[in-house]
């Protein structure tokens, strides 16, 4: 019964370190001078942790957090970005105004106590 409590502790530990990580995204995207549209679009597909705008490129966001931005970097697996890539399909499907925007996958770092690092432009969609 303890493991069990144990492990649902760190369970909510994570998801808490996770909401946390991704305001903290979301306030540097902003700062950019990027608009929010969504956050946590989910879909059969897939999840898209942020749906971002600037200009005309519409930025679908990744988020990572881990102890340092090496890690965070490795933490994103050729599965996570097909996943991706089709809940970025889907998205569009349910937003046709957004297909006239220029798509761009990101990938946003957050380090324990560092400024979240945006890596833009982290992969192209179908070069796996």
Known sequence: MKREQGRLERKRR???YGRSSEMLAVLALRLRGYRI???????PQGE????ARRGRTLCIVEVKARPDH???VLA?????????ERAAQALLARHPQLAVCDLR????????????????????????
Do not use: K, N, Y
């Open 76 to 84: 994103l697996t050729l599965g996570q970005r097909l996943r991706i």
């Open 48 to 51: 898209i942790d942020i749906v």
């Open 37 to 43: 549209l969504l956050r946590r679009f989910r879909s």
């Open 70 to 72: 090496d890690s965070a």
């Open 105 to 128: 996958f990101d990938l946003m770092l957050v380090g324990r106590g560092r400024w979240p690092r945006l890596i833009a432009d982290a992969w192209r969609a179908g070069m796996a």
């Open 14 to 16: 994570a998801e808490r």
